[in-house]
């Protein structure tokens, strides 16, 4: 079989996003080469049928280039193999669709403080609001993992810390799969500063983990003692050390899973929340029609939005998929071909990895030819047969997404209800590091609802 191919020595992230255009266009797999060691080839697929063959049928994850994430990950759902996978994600599921509803007063007020911090910036220049919305979102993450009683000023600090720690991580990994040079464990270890960087991220994390590890196991006891289930909202963490008594994790593990979680979920939702603000403000006929959804909830004064209101958003939900379709913070995703698999006329080689292109496949042509645009309406048809990919697929899809959209929609109401967002008309520009995102171009501007509802009671157009 002859498959046309790619070769990349240098810059093989920023690559991805075109190579993956190029397969499209070509309409069947290639082959990607990371230099000349043929250990480092990859099959790319493309077609949304290809992608969704790959991903229903092989569920171990392959590691682009090195086993050098899942050092730092291990055995966190992400990264760990199968065999070790498939009784905790059972688990971790029942865990999250509890969450979802057990943390809904916590996310309104985490919603509430985004709000009150961004009201500085209301009615002036321009700004980038990536800041805000990261400190957002880790905080909100904190408030899912650890149980309610530990959020207090030193869980403040340790937000601050863990933000910089995550970030120096995904620095370090981003350098470490940049090119074929640093590939080399040599090279990486003795001639960056990375290893050091991430060493030192990792230790950071690791202290914050373990210090509330402590404190979550006195709850746990506290817990068990009284019968009282109910009267304490426990985190993430309480429930992963049940798992630890049940021997289904050991303490390494419970660690590396909380790891795994903040990293999976802090850079998605941050970039994603970023990206619907852009759109938003860049589309103000849009943004006008969420006004209106979101200004019909039943007690509009009302600051608590519990998950029954939030399901009666449909254009909302809208919004933030057709943001997520065009914008896949992760573009593709990898996987181990274990199996026989045969796509169209080729059947790959077993032991092979393969990249599923996302980011191409969700702008394939069965979305029509608009397929590039941000048209949110088209969320409001029945989509279940257009190719989307944004959160995987199958078994071994993201665990967090039922959680993420409602995060998400909770943090764009409470925007929404107070600001109207503008954007200038710099392109934006979208960069594929570790994870896609803008590079350029994400600057906001927001104005208090109240004053451009004065405006435009005068007879002035806020569409200016
Ligand atoms: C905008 C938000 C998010 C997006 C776009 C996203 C996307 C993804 C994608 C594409 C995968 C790979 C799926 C596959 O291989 O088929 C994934 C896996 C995963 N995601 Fe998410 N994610 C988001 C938010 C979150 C959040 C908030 C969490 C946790 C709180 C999370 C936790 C995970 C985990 C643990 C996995 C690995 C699942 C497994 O291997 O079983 N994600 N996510
Ligand atoms: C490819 O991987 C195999 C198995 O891990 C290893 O034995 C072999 O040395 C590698 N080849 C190269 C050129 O790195
Ligand atoms: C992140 O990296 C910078 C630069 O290497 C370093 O100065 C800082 O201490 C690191 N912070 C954390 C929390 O890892
Ligand atoms: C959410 O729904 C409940 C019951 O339908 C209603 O009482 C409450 O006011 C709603 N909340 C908002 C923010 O409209
Ligand atoms: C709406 O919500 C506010 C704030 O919670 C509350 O004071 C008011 O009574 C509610 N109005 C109705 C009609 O339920
Ligand atoms: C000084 C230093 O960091 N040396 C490292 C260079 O890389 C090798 C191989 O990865 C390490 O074992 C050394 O510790």
Redesign the pocket.
């Known amino acids: 079989m002859l498959l046309s191919s790619f070769v990349v020595f240098l810059a093989f992230w920023e690559r991805l996003l075109d190579i993956q255009m190029d397969c499209i266009k070509k309409g069947s797999v290639t082959l990607l080469h990371a230099g000349i060691n043929p250990n480092y080839t990859y099959y790319v697929a493309c077609d949304p049928d290809d992608v969704s063959t790959v991903l229903n049928s092989c569920l171990e994850r392959s590691f682009l280039l090195t086993d050098h994430v899942k050092a730092v990950f291990g055995n966190g759902l992400a990264t760990s193999s199968v065999s070790v996978w498939r009784s905790r994600r059972k688990r971790l599921e029942a865990v999250f669709n509890k969450l979802q509803f057990s943390t809904d007063v916590m996310v309104n007020e985490q919603t509430i403080l985004l709000i009150e911090e961004l009201a500085p910036k209301a009615d002036k220049a321009s700004f980038d609001p990536s800041r805000y919305l990261k400190y957002a979102i880790m905080r909100t993450l904190f408030t899912m993992i650890f149980t309610e009683s530990q959020h207090d000023e030193e869980f403040c600090k340790h937000v601050d810390l863990c933000i910089k720690a995550t970030e120096n991580v995904s620095k370090a990994l981003y350098v470490k799969h940049k090119n074929i040079f640093t590939h080399n464990n040599f090279i990486f270890n003795n001639c960056t500063k990375s290893k050091s960087m991430q060493e030192e991220a990792i230790g950071i994390l690791n202290d914050v983990i373990n210090e509330n590890m402590k404190k979550e196991i006195a709850i746990g006891n506290e817990v068990e003692k009284s019968q009282v289930t109910d009267s304490e909202k426990l985190g993430l963490l309480n429930y992963l050390l049940k798992l630890r008594a049940e021997s289904i994790y050991n303490d390494d593990d419970v660690i590396k899973e909380i790891l795994s979680i903040i990293f999976s979920g802090y850079f998605t939702m941050s970039y994603t929340l970023l990206n619907v603000l852009n759109m938003l403000g860049s589309h103000l006929t849009v943004q006008e029609k969420l006004y209106k959804e979101i200004s019909s ?4 004064s ?5 998950m ?2 939030l399901s009666q958003l449909p254009f909302s939900d809208a919004v933030i998929m057709e943001t997520l379709r065009l914008y896949p913070p992760i573009s593709f995703i990898s996987r181990l071909v274990d199996k026989e698999v045969v796509l169209g006329k080729y059947k790959l080689e077993t032991n092979s990895n393969c990249l599923l292109c996302v980011y191409a496949m969700n702008r394939h042509p069965k979305w029509g030819e608009d397929a590039d645009e941000f048209k949110p309406e088209r969320w409001l048809e029945d989509v279940a047969s257009k190719p989307f990919a944004s959160f995987g697929l199958g078994e071994r899809n993201c665990i967090g997404k039922l959680w993420s959209l409602s995060i998400m929609k909770r943090l764009l109401i409470g925007i929404m209800r107070e600001y109207v967002v503008y954007r200038n008309a710099d392109a934006m520009t979208m960069k594929q590091k570790l994870f896609l995102h803008s590079e350029s171009g994400h600057y906001i501007s927001l104005q208090k609802r109240s004053t451009v509802e004065k405006k435009t009671v005068n007879g002035e157009n806020i569409n200016k």
Do not use: H
Request: glycine letters at 0%; proline letters at 9%; aromatic letters at 0%.
């Open positions: 909830l039943p007690n509009t009302e600051k608590i939005i519990k029954d209101n």
